[in-house]
């Protein structure tokens, strides 16, 4: 597993009502583990609960694309890097990499995060002192390798 650079979650476990039929975890909870880790990101940002209850903001995804790579099982447990790829006054890009605690890749997720006032509820720049958080984190993320996967396409490779 890679140094924790830029930011990694602590662990989360598979929970049994994610297991499907196939014996191991469902689709769609790679997008769960993935979103509760990126929560910890988030609340380094400024983002979260006390966020929304002080100011009436909060985040939304646009947009989320999840890679499988590996199959997660029962009582595995898992922590996720989060690396904050791109950002502008109004949203952020993200890149994260779920990693089992042996330490091999199970999956990836790359997202487009949007910052929204919840009285519209619409899209709205993110105040001054929140804005100054997420640039720092990409300031420190841009000094990393870009991740492989980021920009991923799906589709049929033909020779």
Not at 37 to 65: I, K, L, Q, S
Not at 77 to 97: G, T, W
């Amino acid at each position: 597993m890679p140094d924790p650079v830029p930011f990694f979650s602590a662990f989360h476990s598979v929970e049994e009502g994610w297991i499907d039929f196939n014996g191991h975890m469902n689709m769609g909870y790679y997008t769960v583990l993935l979103d509760r880790c990126a929560d910890e990101a988030f609340a380094e940002m400024g983002f979260g609960p006390e966020y929304v209850a002080a100011r009436n903001h909060t985040t939304f995804t646009a947009e989320f694309h999840v890679r499988y790579l590996r199959e997660l099982k029962l009582g595995d447990r898992v922590r996720s890097s989060f690396h904050l790829l791109d950002h502008d006054a109004k949203r952020f890009h993200s890149f994260q990499e779920l990693y089992h605690e042996d330490g091999w890749l199970a999956a990836t997720g790359e997202g487009m995060t949007l910052h929204v006032d919840l009285s519209g509820p619409r899209v709205v720049a993110m105040p001054a002192d929140v804005l100054s958080r997420v640039r720092s984190m990409a300031a420190a993320h841009a000094r990393l390798p870009r991740p492989e996967g980021v920009g991923s396409r799906i589709g049929i490779r033909r020779a």
